[in-house]
Nanobody, 127 residues
Framework: QVDLVQSGGGSVQAGGSLRLSCAVS????????VAWFRQVPGKEREGVAQ????????YYADSVKGRFTISRDNAQNTVYLQMNSLKPEDTAMYYC????????????????????WGQGTQVAVSS
């Protein structure tokens, strides 16, 4: 069992920054692949960033490259998504997710390969 508790998010004007946090607890030694997804109503959930805890390889969606950064604090078992230069099209519900090593073998992240999900947090960017 792995629990993911999200915090952060909110409303910001275009060009602003937000940081999302995802506190991970439980069998994290098994579920080391962590990703951030986002979803807007009527669209499929899309992978935004992906990282394997214990490794250095990260992946980003083209739409967020150079603006978003996924990072982790191993001591706090927390994964972050720093979002800079936000655009109105970044408005979405954001989710963190945890999966096994298999989850990190594909990019873009595949929703079906992730086992545990955070509760979601809304990000709204106004123009």
């Amino acid at each position: 069992q792995v629990d993911l508790v999200q915090s952060g998010g909110g409303s910001v004007q275009a060009g602003g920054s937000l940081r999302l946090s995802c506190a991970v607890s439980g069998y994290i030694n098994v579920y080391k692949c962590v990703a951030w997804f986002r979803q807007v109503p009527g669209k499929e959930r899309e992978g935004v960033a992906q990282s394997y805890l214990g490794g250095d390889t990260t992946y980003y969606a083209d739409s967020v490259k150079g603006r978003f950064t996924i990072s982790r604090d191993n001591a706090q078992n927390t994964v972050y998504l720093q979002m800079n230069s936000l655009k109105p099209e970044d408005t979405a519900m954001y989710y963190c997710a945890a999966g096994t090593l298999y989850s990190c073998t594909t990019w873009p992240s595949s929703v079906g390969t992730f086992t545990y999900w955070g509760q979601g947090t809304q990000v709204a960017v106004s123009s």
